[in-house]
């Protein structure tokens, strides 16, 4: 373990140089068109993703690519660690993602959040904020965005009980768009709120879209029901794995915080 713990230390350290450096390099592209901004966030990802291959020995999978819809879409994402935050990007031509006000006031990157177009919701705004965001959001979906959606709020450690909100149907019947299911088991691999990172095969399976057009209780159902079983069987299989790396498995879900 103590190479793991040496081997997240470092891959911290590069992360948010990375992150930095690109920060800086990224301030002509305020001036220019919104896609210069998103190539430089997807070279953001693919650095992050080859850091953590070649630093935490974190295998990457993606599963059912070629079953991703063109055009106007929901994405929604099972939401276990920061990793998905970024690492989706690159999937999609025009991505949408609503972020917590605060990250929108953070100096230069909240400007560069606001200038890829993101969402921006008050976390205890109440019931009209909330119906305010959505609607925003839905707005952007009819004009031929991907909204990328956690349909449970905030992140889940594996093998935490379901707990999914009403907003995503809301933005589903309002859009008439198909929605995109993604399973994964991120929370594995790099754990909320902890700066361990622990290696093994982190995957992520885009599953068959639901389309559009379902009674809302059904398409909440059904992508309850599609996300957690696929979650449920990576997850497994993640663990199976890291049993066979370190003789017990690791215990991220049960990190302090």
Same mark, same amino acid.
């Given at each position: 373990? =103590?190479?793991?713990?040496?081997?997240?230390?470092?891959?911290?350290?590069?992360?948010?140089?990375? %992150?930095?450096? %690109?920060?800086?390099?990224?301030?002509? /592209?305020?001036?220019?068109?919104?896609?210069?901004?998103?190539?430089? =966030?997807?070279?953001?990802?693919?650095?992050?993703?080859?850091?953590?291959?070649?630093?935490?020995?974190?295998?990457?999978?993606?599963? *059912?690519?070629?079953?991703? @819809?063109?055009?106007?879409?929901?994405?929604?994402?099972?939401?276990?660690?920061?990793?998905?935050?970024?690492?989706?990007?690159?999937?999609?031509?025009?991505?949408? !993602?609503?972020?917590?006000?605060?990250?929108?006031?953070?100096?230069?990157?909240?400007?560069?959040?606001?200038?890829?177009?993101?969402?921006? +919701?008050?976390?205890?705004?109440?019931?009209?904020?909330?119906?305010?965001? #959505?609607?925003?959001?839905?707005?952007?979906?009819?004009?031929?965005?991907?909204? $990328?959606?956690? @349909?449970?709020?905030?992140?889940?450690?594996?093998?935490?009980?379901?707990?999914?909100?009403?907003?995503?149907?809301?933005?589903?019947?309002?859009?008439? +768009? @198909?929605? #995109?299911?993604?399973? &994964?088991?991120?929370?594995?691999?790099?754990?909320?709120? /902890?700066?361990?990172?622990?290696?093994?095969?982190?995957? +992520?399976? !885009?599953?068959?879209?639901? @389309?559009? *057009?379902?009674?809302?209780?059904?398409? &909440?159902?059904? #992508?309850?029901?599609?996300?957690?079983?696929?979650?449920?069987?990576? $997850?497994?299989?993640?663990?199976?794995?890291?049993?066979? #790396?370190?003789?017990?498995?690791?215990?991220?879900?049960?990190?302090?915080?």
């Amino acid at each position: 373990m =103590a190479s793991i713990f040496l081997r997240s230390l470092v891959f911290n350290v590069l992360f948010y140089l990375v %992150l930095v450096v %690109l920060c800086i390099v990224a301030i002509p /592209t305020v001036v220019l068109p919104r896609q210069a901004m998103m190539a430089l =966030a997807a070279l953001w990802a693919n650095t992050s993703l080859f850091l953590m291959r070649v630093v935490c020995n974190i295998r990457i999978e993606f599963r *059912g690519v070629e079953k991703i @819809p063109k055009g106007a879409l929901i994405v929604a994402s099972k939401h276990q660690s920061f990793w998905e935050t970024f690492a989706l990007l690159g999937f999609f031509d025009h991505p949408l !993602f609503i972020l917590k006000r605060e990250l929108m006031m953070i100096p230069v990157f909240g400007q560069y959040l606001k200038k890829v177009g993101m969402i921006s +919701v008050e976390r205890g705004g109440g019931p009209r904020s909330l119906v305010k965001t #959505l609607k925003q959001a839905a707005a952007e979906v009819k004009r031929g965005r991907q909204l $990328v959606i956690f @349909p449970e709020g905030t992140r889940r450690p594996p093998g935490a009980p379901p707990s999914y909100k009403a907003g995503v149907a809301q933005i589903y019947v309002e859009c008439g +768009v @198909p929605c #995109l299911p993604v399973a &994964l088991n991120s929370g594995l691999f790099w754990p909320r709120r /902890t700066f361990m990172r622990y290696p093994g095969t982190l995957v +992520v399976e !885009f599953l068959d879209p639901l @389309p559009p *057009g379902l009674p809302r209780d059904e398409f &909440l159902h059904r #992508l309850r029901d599609e996300i957690e079983t696929a979650t449920g069987r990576i $997850v497994e299989a993640a663990r199976a794995e890291q049993a066979q #790396l370190f003789g017990a498995v690791p215990s991220p879900a049960k990190a302090k915080g």
